[in-house]
């Protein structure tokens, strides 16, 4: 009875020390963080140097930076490579596409990487090249790149950066609550004779805020949607404001209400009651 005894102990600590050992192993693992590449037309993949494939490519690697070089194949024209740095984060998948060109100019391409950030909203950056660049978020103008948001809704959205002399460029990305998406986009150099057309079809739909009468004569601006939000500025009936997004959870509208300057190029933005303002669209 007391051998029996002796190696049940032994058969229990010996399962306690391998699970904790798989713990251990787990906890100490580098974490590692996704990459997905697709390419026109494909190429061969080097990370940090080495050959690791050619495109469409996925791949799982240690968390931070890391150098990425792609070499178009199968094409008889001398098209240019791609290398950048790039941030994998743990977890989350980083996506590079790139349309190979015979130069610089003829090359686009994008990029969507994702930062933690911690807070419970979602946010997006976008940047371009060129800079200065029309971005319209699910049809709607948001100003021009570099362009910001540390509150938009976490979904889907349709990301579109239009620039004159420049192939428009658009996608699909979904944003997610407690992180930074940034989407940055390498815009296709076209023909300068076709600049007046480019800038006629730049021509798009935008939401104007107009403000109503309040029982005040003036409506709070506020820093997040919702009375507890801290008071920012005030406005007043019949101004009228870009629109930039709704709240889905408290109906509050954000607006821009002062213009960019160095180092808000998405200019001055807060929150206002729906209650006392409308949204209407208008053409540029």
Do not use: C
């Given at each position: 009875?007391?051998?029996?005894?002796?190696?049940?102990i032994?058969?229990?600590?010996?399962?306690?020390?391998?699970?904790?050992?798989?713990?251990?192993?787990?906890?100490?693992?580098?974490?590692?963080?996704?990459?997905?590449?697709?390419?026109?037309?494909?190429?061969t993949?080097?990370v940090?140097?080495?050959?690791?494939?050619?495109?469409?490519?996925?791949?799982?690697?240690?968390?931070?930076?890391?150098?990425?070089?792609?070499?178009?194949?199968?094409?008889?024209?001398?098209?240019?490579?791609?290398?950048?740095?790039?941030?994998?984060?743990?977890?989350?998948e980083?996506?590079?596409?790139?349309?190979?060109?015979?130069?610089?100019?003829?090359?686009?391409?994008?990029?969507?990487?994702?930062?933690?950030?911690?807070?419970?909203?979602?946010?997006?950056?976008?940047?371009?090249?060129?800079?200065?660049a029309?971005?319209?978020v699910?049809?709607?103008?948001?100003?021009?790149?570099?362009?910001?948001?540390?509150?938009?809704?976490?979904?889907?959205?349709?990301?579109?950066?239009?620039a004159?002399?420049?192939?428009?460029?658009?996608?699909?990305?979904?944003?997610?609550?407690?992180?930074?998406?940034?989407?940055y986009?390498?815009?296709?150099k076209?023909?300068?004779?076709?600049?007046?057309?480019?800038?006629?079809?730049?021509?798009?739909?935008i939401?104007?805020v107009?403000?109503?009468?309040?029982?005040?004569?003036?409506?709070?601006?506020?820093?997040?949607p919702?009375?507890?939000?801290?008071?920012?500025?005030?406005?007043k009936?019949?101004?009228?404001?870009?629109?930039?997004?709704?709240?889905?959870?408290?109906g509050?509208?954000?607006?821009?209400?002062?213009?960019?300057?160095?180092?808000?190029?998405?200019?001055?933005?807060?929150?206002?009651?729906a209650?006392?303002?409308?949204?209407?669209?208008?053409?540029?």
């Amino acid at each position: 009875m007391k051998t029996v005894k002796i190696i049940l102990i032994s058969v229990v600590s010996l399962i306690i020390l391998t699970g904790t050992a798989f713990y251990l192993v787990g906890l100490l693992s580098p974490k590692q963080g996704g990459i997905r590449i697709e390419t026109t037309p494909k190429a061969t993949v080097f990370v940090n140097g080495s050959l690791v494939g050619e495109t469409p490519f996925t791949g799982m690697y240690k968390a931070g930076a890391v150098i990425l070089r792609l070499v178009p194949t199968g094409s008889s024209e001398n098209l240019v490579p791609f290398e950048t740095s790039i941030t994998l984060t743990p977890g989350i998948e980083t996506f590079v596409g790139r349309n190979f060109g015979t130069s610089e100019d003829t090359s686009s391409g994008r990029i969507i990487s994702f930062e933690k950030t911690g807070s419970q909203s979602a946010g997006l950056v976008v940047i371009s090249q060129p800079d200065n660049a029309q971005v319209l978020v699910d049809g709607v103008s948001r100003g021009f790149s570099p362009y910001s948001t540390s509150a938009i809704a976490p979904a889907m959205h349709t990301i579109a950066i239009k620039a004159p002399g420049y192939s428009d460029l658009s996608m699909t990305v979904k944003t997610l609550i407690g992180y930074r998406l940034t989407f940055y986009a390498k815009l296709e150099k076209t023909d300068s004779q076709n600049t007046d057309s480019i800038k006629e079809s730049l021509k798009t739909e935008i939401k104007i805020v107009q403000i109503l009468e309040t029982p005040t004569g003036y409506l709070r601006v506020r820093s997040k949607p919702g009375a507890g939000g801290e008071e920012i500025a005030q406005v007043k009936p019949g101004e009228t404001f870009p629109y930039l997004d709704t709240d889905a959870a408290t109906g509050w509208i954000e607006i821009q209400y002062g213009a960019p300057k160095p180092g808000l190029p998405s200019g001055i933005v807060g929150w206002i009651s729906a209650d006392y303002a409308t949204v209407s669209a208008v053409a540029r």
